[in-house]
């Protein structure tokens, strides 16, 4: 499918390139629309999942009393993911930085849930129907609240392998989690879907109208719900107001009442990658060149962290817009397909070295 994988040297690497050469969703498929990034993005955004899954709701209270949502995923071939099986792998879904749980993402959840997989969403405070029970949002790459949820996975599911996926700008919180927590993550192995690298950037280009408007718009009625909350820390008219993403962002986390900061000051805090190279778990990226939300590939992929980190494996394919990845028919995407075999030859890699070296499994 004219894929290219970019990464270091190494035996996971040979691994990963036989594993997913044998794979048929990297052979390409017939899409009548090749050419339409735009258009490929918003069929693959806005198709409903089949069948429509059924959700099992946790909430977790926070140290600071806040609150985040758990969604288990539910199907038709058996109960909540919360009560798989004991040698399931456990698989966290983050959305994108909007909160939005498009049809996509439910639909990598189901392939997974088909697979044995125990699938479970990850929805920041405020977001997805969330309650907003402390006047504070999380930024776009503190990854506090995802540590509190990955420790508490941890416990639920001692015996399980742990792995993560995210969508879109939600791989901005996936990537400094990685990089924060090092070895420390408790992550077997990630994945990031047209993942949003450099934050700032990001922010301040400013995206097609296509996706920067619908997203701007859902972010606004999930935080008018918090008006009242959130007058107390920031300019809610003035929050309500905004025109772009990058004011909203700002109004949000910079100009605030009882801590102001700068924007630089902000992401010096908030970027992706600041912290890359302490980063200890196998990470999948899946790139179109052809992305309309990324930016273009000579500015927006950072080429040399995949070519010089053992951990960092980059897919890149010319065609398949943003989370679009069309495959075969309509509403199937093959960068799920892809994902699902690299968790798989993941384990298949492990557990073969944990032969050859002769190393008890990590309890």
Not at 105 to 131: D, S, T, Y
Not at 135 to 157: I, K, M, S
Not at 211 to 236: C, F, I, M, N
């Amino acid at each position: 499918g004219h894929c290219r994988l970019l990464c270091k040297p190494s035996a996971l690497a040979q691994h990963l390139v036989r594993s997913l050469g044998r794979s048929a969703a990297l052979r390409g498929g017939r899409w009548p629309w090749p050419r339409w990034p735009q258009l490929q993005m918003l069929w693959q955004l806005l198709q409903p999942p089949e069948p429509e899954p059924v959700v099992a709701r946790e909430l977790l209270q926070l140290p600071d009393a806040g609150v985040v949502a758990l969604d288990w995923l539910v199907g038709p071939w058996g109960a909540a993911g919360g009560s798989g099986g004991v040698s399931s792998p456990v698989l966290l879904l983050i959305p994108n930085a909007a909160g939005k749980v498009t049809g996509a993402l439910l639909q990598l959840g189901l392939r997974a849930l088909e697979r044995g997989f125990i699938p479970v969403i990850f929805n920041r405070r405020g977001h997805n129907g969330c309650p907003l029970t402390t006047p504070r949002l999380q930024p776009f790459g503190d990854p506090g609240d995802l540590r509190e949820a990955v420790t508490y996975l941890r416990c639920r599911h001692p015996s399980a392998s742990l792995l993560a996926v995210s969508e879109g700008s939600g791989s901005g919180l996936l990537l400094a989690y990685l990089g924060e927590s090092g070895s420390s993550s408790r992550l077997a192995a990630a994945a990031c879907l047209s993942p949003i690298f450099r934050g700032r950037d990001w922010f301040e280009a400013g995206m097609p109208w296509l996706y920067e408007w619908p997203l701007l718009l859902h972010l606004k009625q999930g935080l008018s719900r918090y008006t009242g909350a959130l007058a107390e820390v920031v300019d809610t008219d003035r929050l309500l107001g905004s025109r772009s993403l990058r004011e909203l962002e700002e109004t949000l986390f910079c100009r605030t009442r009882s801590h102001p900061t700068s924007w630089e000051c902000y992401w010096e805090r908030n970027e992706p990658l600041r912290d890359a190279d302490e980063a200890a778990v196998p990470v999948l990226c899946l790139c179109s060149a052809d992305d309309p939300v990324r930016g273009p590939p000579a500015r927006s992929l950072p080429r040399e962290l995949f070519r010089s980190s053992p951990y960092f494996f980059l897919l890149l394919t010319p065609l398949g817009g943003h989370c679009g990845f069309p495959w075969r028919r309509p509403g199937r995407c093959w960068a799920h397909e892809a994902v699902l075999e690299y968790f798989r030859a993941m384990a298949e890699f492990l557990r073969t070295e944990e032969r050859r070296k002769g190393l008890p499994r990590p309890r």
